[in-house]
């Protein structure tokens, strides 16, 4: 596999989306496992440096909730959470992804915000390799740009290095 395949690749679309692509040398049944089980996610899915993925639940069918919280050495946390819209497994999820900024207000069961971020990704099998593409829908251009100033292509291409890691060793 060429090396520019494993670099994640950024397209801005309209004013709020933008479009995540990445190969994996995997099937795509194992990418998308490690994608939605909790146990594989743990592995490579890495926080903010000095943070590490503490809480990792879901419940991976239309309707069902997700939990990613985050900690560092002193017991802070913080992460996303949403709730599935579409699950074709091995194919494809959606989910909405609000964010937990202060756990003394956090509560997983209140009304998600209308202008809540949306996000899809879709897994395509291309020959020895899969094909993730991951779509992100913004509630509006302003945080789209701060999402992308704040680092989120970096941090995602450090996780895939990792899932990469993972891959290797489960093929």
């Known amino acids: 596999m060429k090396s520019e395949k494993k670099e994640a690749k950024m397209e801005l679309r309209g004013e ?16 998308f496992d490690c994608h939605t089980k909790p146990d594989l996610m743990r592995r490579w899915l890495i926080g903010p440096e000095g943070m590490v993925l503490d809480t990792c639940e879901q419940d991976l069918r239309v309707g069902g909730k997700y939990l990613y919280l985050y900690a560092d050495a002193n017991g802070n946390k913080g992460g996303v959470y949403g709730t599935f819209r579409e699950v074709v497994v091995p194919e494809k999820f959606s989910n909405t992804e609000n964010y937990v900024m202060d756990m003394s207000t956090f509560d997983p069961n209140a009304p ?11 897994f395509t099998t291309e020959g020895n390799t899969t094909l993730m593409t991951h779509v992100y829908r913004f509630s509006s251009a302003e945080v ?7 680092g989120a292509v970096d941090g ?16």
Do not use: G, Q
């Open 112 to 122: 998600e915000d209308p202008n809540v971020t949306i996000e899809s990704r879709t």
């Open 16 to 31: 709020t989306e933008v479009v995540f692509t990445r190969y994996f040398a995997a099937p795509r049944e194992l990418v």
């Open 144 to 150: 789209r740009t701060t999402m992308i100033e704040c």
């Open 156 to 171: 995602m291409s450090e996780c895939y290095l990792e899932l990469d890691k993972i891959l290797s060793t489960m093929v």
